[in-house]
T-cell receptor, first 111, second 116 residues
Framework: KQEVTQIPAALSVPEGENLVLNCSFT??????LQWFRQDPGKGLTSLLL?????REQTSGRLNASLDKSSGRSTLYIAASQPGDSATYLC??????????FGKGTRLHILP | NAGVTQTPKFQVLKTGQSMTLQCAQD?????MYWYRQDPGMGLRLIYY???????DKGEVPNGYNVSRLNKREFSLRLESAAPSQTSVYFC???????????????FGEGSWLTVV
């Protein structure tokens, strides 16, 4: 049974700092792992997708890594900005197409 | 291209009433999902369907039933609504990207359900 855990549950950092969000999963036989952003009262926006054969993906100030053997993924945000404030969710897609989400990390960037 | 469409967007039910949430996708995806989102709980999988004609339980299936009517449509039914089912419900469909980028899962806009 796949379980996805995100640590920390909430994080506040001053603007300009680099930060790391963590995601762990119990079943390493995943097809891919995806990071999303959700603003209050809104739907989910896809940020980065990492295939099981890959180790990292980058998009602008975002970098996501994947270590299947340890069941971990990290989302690195460089030079954080107030507009980055949101909830960040990771989701693991298993080979049977089941997609399980973590509970998310609520990020607050202090101006 | 509408993507994933779910209805209704808002609904208030009395305890014990039944209702069906409808979902349709026009992207020819094989897999479809129903999630619920509660404060601080992320998205929890209720049921999913990996292909037309199949459905499987997710993390929180109790109190719900689903129907994969055809490849496009996947409905979620509450037979006897309870206050604990007050939540935001998201329908989604997915594909397995073959390249190094792209999205896996596409969401509807959500249905806000209140059971009183």
């Amino acid at each position: 049974k796949q379980e996805v855990t995100q640590i920390p549950a909430a994080l506040s950092v001053p603007e300009g700092e680099n930060l790391v969000l963590n995601c762990s999963f119990t079943d390493s036989a995943i097809y891919n792992l995806q990071w999303f952003r959700q603003d209050p009262g809104k739907g989910l926006t896809s940020l980065l997708l990492i295939q099981s054969s890959q180790r990292e993906q980058t998009s602008g100030r975002l970098n996501a890594s994947l270590d299947k053997s340890s069941g971990r993924s990290t989302l690195y945000i460089a030079a954080s900005q107030p507009g980055d404030s949101a909830t960040y969710l990771c989701a693991a897609m298993n080979r049977d197409d089941k997609i399980i989400f973590g509970k998310g990390t609520r990020l607050h960037i202090l101006p | 291209n509408a993507g994933v469409t779910q209805t209704p967007k808002f609904q208030v039910l009395k305890t014990g009433q039944s209702m069906t949430l409808q979902c349709a996708q026009d992207m020819n995806h094989n897999s479809m999902y129903w999630y619920r989102q509660d404060p601080g709980m992320g998205l929890r999988l209720i049921y999913y369907s990996a292909s037309e004609g199949t459905t499987d339980k997710g993390e929180v299936p109790n109190g719900y039933n689903v129907s994969r009517l055809n490849k496009r449509e996947f409905s979620l039914r509450l037979e006897s609504a309870a206050p604990s089912q007050t939540s935001v419900y998201f329908c989604a469909s997915s594909r397995k990207p073959t390249g190094n980028s792209g999205n896996t899962i596409y969401f509807g806009e959500g249905s806000w359900l209140t059971v009183v």
